[in-house]
Nanobody, 123 residues
Framework: QVQLVESGGGLVQAGGSLRLSCAASGGTFGNYAMAWFRQAPGKVREFVGAISRIGTTVYLDSVKGRFTISRDIAKNTLSLQMINLEPTDTAVYYC?????????????????WGQGTQVTVSS
């Protein structure tokens, strides 16, 4: 059983930056493809980006060039560096894990989820 705990959310002005972290425990971190999703009020949870076991990354088009996903296998930590934040980035951000090599954009393919961390971007 993998446990995921996000941190690093907060309130930031448009154009600002935040770095989210996801600490993993209870499993072999390197065996999982990891992803970030987000959910704004009244909206479905959407894919933000993901990183495969070997470090391949994919991103939602609207965050490309602004968000960067990385993972530290030794520290069992997934990170999401966000720059040039926009009010439309406001949401609860979740990290997720799937026991497979390849990335998926489908939230139903991820079996482990964190509790989420709130990101609020003011205009």
């Amino acid at each position: 059983q993998v446990q995921l705990v996000e941190s690093g959310g907060g309130l930031v002005q448009a154009g600002g930056s935040l770095r989210l972290s996801c600490a993993a425990s209870g499993g072999t971190f390197g065996n999982y493809a990891m992803a970030w999703f987000r959910q704004a009020p009244g909206k479905v949870r959407e894919f933000v980006g993901a990183i495969s076991r070997i470090g391949t990354t994919v991103y939602l088009d609207s965050v490309k060039g602004r968000f960067t996903i990385s993972r530290d296998i030794a520290k069992n930590t997934l990170s999401l560096q966000m720059i040039n934040l926009e009010p439309t980035d406001t949401a609860v951000y979740y990290c997720a894990a799937r026991g497979a090599q390849f990335i998926s954009r489908n939230r139903n393919d991820y079996i482990y989820w964190g509790q989420g961390t709130q990101v609020t971007v003011s205009s």
